[in-house]
């Protein structure tokens, strides 16, 4: 079973939305999220690591092609994008 988690910031308003993290009934060779966040545009959210990573470079963030840096499960600490607060994650859920 995979979690559907939020981030939200302890200080601003900045929540990353339902992020869809781990992986369901298929195991870990259907969808496999992972929570990443890209060094240029802050933006945070969830890659897949079933796809094919590029030969070169590594993963890249779908808005601004920045460099995407994974975090491993959803215990690591991420700062805010707006304010550098700490995230508080919620777990909202479970997904199949
Ligand atoms: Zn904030
Ligand atoms: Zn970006």
């Given at each position: 079973m995979g979690s559907v988690v939020e981030y939200r910031?302890?200080?601003?308003?900045?929540?990353?939305?339902q992020l869809s993290v781990g992986w369901g009934n298929d195991g870990r060779r259907g969808f496999w999220g992972a929570l990443?966040?890209?060094?240029?545009?802050q933006r945070l959210g969830v890659v897949d690591l079933n796809a094919r990573e590029p030969d070169r470079g590594g993963r890249r963030?779908?808005?601004?092609?920045?460099?995407?840096?994974l975090f491993e499960g959803t215990?690591?600490?991420i700062q805010c994008p707006r304010?550098?607060?700490a995230?508080?994650?919620?777990?909202l859920g479970s997904w199949m």
């Open positions: 910031c302890t200080r601003c308003t900045f929540t990353s939305g990443a966040r890209c060094k240029v545009c963030c779908a808005d601004c092609n920045g460099l995407l840096v215990s690591a600490e304010c550098d607060a995230l508080r994650h919620a777990p």
